[in-house]
């Protein structure tokens, strides 16, 4: 059997030489305040207050069925949200077509992941460069967290209301791919960390009497070609020391992946929950009135722009000082040469245009087949990431259209979600090493957990529960959602750490900004098949709770895809992978 490893012993030797603690800490930190800043606009404003305040826009405009003349809110001007009759459906036009005000929301979510898909895509080539990847980042975070606060300068009652869409697209756009920058850096963080090095020094160390065969570099693999160093492949076939230390290292690396990812989920749940509970003050002062609504999202702009301050000091902006050994040797004088040569010749629009000719690269039969698990992953979470992201905002929009619970009661929801969030993404991992549980095995389970809320959300349509003849049961009273929270939140936490960490083993070094955007058009925020489905539903019913139906079996068909991924296979082809371009 042979094994590739990330570098050379030699190379290794001079990597720990060079290697910072303090330095890396320090990187560490930057990326966890970026968490820190960002997750705050989706747990405040994308699941809660975002779809809640699109709808209270089109509700303050619009008009109840079925004649349409009747306001649904008694004083738009006021910004009072009184609906005249809660059994009527409220409706709002928009050009030509009269849509109803939930859905005016799910459009909006739509759209922004069709925008987001497209600026993602376009900005993969640039943010693996690393001088690029961090104002990349803060550009859109500052774009995003900009649009979030201009929620505060526009009422309902302002004849471009609907500029109010606009901005949700921005924010979102500017968060998912502010996002795509973020995690482009985890792979890179987690083998620097300390543990990682240590165990690699020690595989290293046991390789010493074991004759190495080089694998040599292609002579033109070009500019599309791995950024890693050559690698060293050994037979370790019989060598059992190796395989254990070989074994040891991959742990290390995803146990370590793992636990950056969930930190930073971790930290911005709780950075969530802060703002949650402040915007709970406003929010009932003042009624759950529409401007209280927007004061939230306005809230969640300025803390994303004021905490990605130390993001903008601490995360690298520049690529690694070249090594001493890579200047005295030809080929390291011709590495920075090409890279000096590559930055002087960089241009933006050119980026763009080869960042979408490598896409259709990247989805050439041809290359698929090279990284077959990769792409079964990543068909599995276009599934998830639609189904769990459209499973938050349906709940919402379901408590407060369907249940009439007030804005306090969903504030509450919203803050008992990510709390239970930060106990799932702590737990599960315990519950992982104490039975031996694959990550695949852990996924597959929450997965199967997350169908349930769906699959409960369906029995409302019993006689037993849609009469009345039993008052509990089916999602039919607002003390189910509270419990729902507790479980869905526990659960979700969990599945973005692991699903994040455990595609950085999918793909290719050096090449994570490009990957990690084919991971973000699909990710808790890029929602793009579900809000539509819902929407549509939601419209031709006249019922959300039809919804439940989709969303259990878009749930379900991401399982059997989950199943059949071979994650050894997977990292090895991705070590090896070498993009040959489209001829």
């Not at 949700?168 to 620097?192: C, E, H, R």
């Not at 519950?431 to 996924?443: A, E, T, V």
Request: hydrophobic share 45%; net charge neutral.
């Amino acid at each position: 059997m042979s094994e590739y490893y990330p570098v050379s012993a030699n190379e290794f030797t001079m990597t720990q030489l060079a290697y910072n603690a303090a330095k890396y800490k320090q990187q560490l930190r930057g990326w966890l305040s970026y968490a820190f800043a960002s997750e705050v606009f989706v747990i405040v404003s994308l699941t809660l207050f975002l779809p809640l305040c699109l709808e209270q826009f089109a509700r303050d405009n619009g008009f109840l069925l079925p004649d349409k003349t009747q306001p649904c809110s008694s004083r738009p001007g006021n910004e009072t949200v009184v609906v005249t009759d809660e059994a009527a459906r409220c409706v709002v036009k928009l050009g030509w077509a009269w849509i109803d005000t939930a859905s005016f929301s799910l459009y909006v979510n739509s759209a922004s992941v069709a925008l987001q898909a497209l600026t993602v895509i376009s900005m993969g080539g640039i943010a693996d460069h690393p001088p690029h990847r961090k104002r990349l980042l803060l550009s859109f975070a500052f774009f995003g967290a900009a649009s979030a606060i201009l929620f505060l300068a526009l009422p309902s009652s302002s004849p471009i209301w609907p500029t109010s869409a606009l901005l949700g697209i921005f924010a979102n756009v500017g968060f998912g791919a502010s996002v795509v920058a973020m995690n482009a850096y985890i792979p890179t963080l987690a083998q620097d960390s300390e543990d990682v090095i240590q165990t690699l020094h020690e595989l290293h160390e046991a390789q010493i009497n074991v004759v190495p065969q080089v694998v040599d570099e292609p002579e033109s693999a070009g500019a599309d070609a791995p950024l890693l160093p050559r690698t060293l492949s050994t037979d370790i076939s019989g060598n059992e020391e190796l395989t254990s230390l070989h074994a040891k290292y991959h742990a290390t690396l995803s146990a370590t992946t793992s636990r950056i990812s969930s930190l930073g989920i971790a930290l911005g749940y709780a950075a969530g929950i802060i703002l949650l509970l402040l915007a709970l003050i406003p929010v009932t002062k003042l009624g759950g009135s529409t401007f209280s609504l927007r004061l939230a999202i306005g809230l969640s702009g300025i803390w994303w722009a004021v905490f990605s301050l130390p993001a903008a000091v601490w995360l690298p902006s520049a690529a690694p000082p070249v090594r001493d050994d890579e200047h005295e040797s030809s080929n390291g004088a011709n590495r920075v040469q090409e890279d000096l040569d590559c930055q002087a010749k960089w241009n933006m629009g050119r980026e763009i245009v080869n960042a979408w000719k490598r896409l259709g690269g990247m989805l050439r039969w041809q290359e698929i087949k090279k990284l077959r698990n990769t792409f079964q992953y990543l068909a599995a979470w276009f599934l998830l990431s639609d189904g769990f992201t459209t499973i938050t905002s349906t709940a919402v929009l379901f408590a407060k259209t369907s249940l009439h619970m007030p804005p306090s009661s969903l504030i509450l929801i919203g803050v008992i979600t990510p709390t239970s969030g930060i106990l799932g993404s702590l737990v599960w991992p315990i519950i992982q090493r104490k039975f031996g549980w694959s990550n695949i095995r852990i996924l597959v389970t929450l997965v199967v957990m997350a169908s349930c809320i769906p699959a409960y959300g369906c029995l409302g349509f019993l006689p037993v529960f849609k009469n009345g003849t039993v008052k509990f049961g089916g999602l039919t009273t607002p003390g189910e959602m509270f419990a729902l929270a507790v479980y869905f939140g526990s659960v979700y936490g969990a599945f973005q750490g692991y699903a994040r960490a455990f595609y950085a083993e999918l793909i290719p070094a050096g090449e994570e900004a490009r990957w990690y955007g084919l991971f973000s058009i699909t990710d808790k925020s890029s929602s793009f098949v579900g809000p539509l489905a819902v929407g549509l539903i939601a419209d031709m019913t006249g019922n959300i709770r039809y919804a439940f139906f989709f969303l259990v079996i878009m749930v379900w068909l991401a399982v059997p895809i989950l199943l059949s991924i071979d994650i050894n296979r997977g990292r090895r082809d991705a070590r090896e992978y070498v993009y040959r371009g489209s001829h």
